[in-house]
């Protein structure tokens, strides 16, 4: 082994150290989808959603205690029903008995 051949597994080295670099970065700039962090608060929930056919779906959607129906489409989506009251919380019940 001689000089050059150490030059290029320095240069190797360095050019694969670059790539995780600058993942590293892109990942703090733009995020890895479907993480979310720890501390931030969730405001938006999907309750239901429900197939009406291969390209149409109508989704129940929560946002900060009020559900909307949406009717989603390849076109875009659209607004059915807004401001409905989610139903109230089942009374707790122990080894299948209401108390």
């Known amino acids: 082994m001689d000089v050059l051949d150490f030059a290029r597994y320095f240069a190797a080295l360095l050019l694969v150290l670059g790539l995780i670099g600058a993942g590293g970065l892109a990942t703090r ?6 993480m979310v962090r720890p501390n931030a608060v969730k405001r938006l929930h999907i309750v ?4 009406l056919s ?4 109508l989704a129940l959607i929560r946002r900060d205690g009020v559900e909307h129906l949406l009717m989603i489409t ?3 989506a659209s607004v059915i029903e807004t ?8 009374p707790p019940t122990v ?4 108390l």
């Not at 700039?29 to 479907?34: A, H, L, N, R, Y």
């Not at 239901?48 to 197939?51: A, I, T, Y």
């Not at 080894?95 to 209401?98: L, T, V």
Request: glycine share 18%.
């Open 54 to 57: 291969p390209r149409q779906r």
């Open 74 to 76: 390849p076109t875009g």
């Open 83 to 90: 401001g409905i009251a989610p139903p109230p919380a089942p």
């Open 95 to 98: 080894s299948g008995e209401p």
């Open 29 to 34: 700039k733009f995020g890895v989808p479907g």
């Open 48 to 51: 239901e959603s429900l197939m």
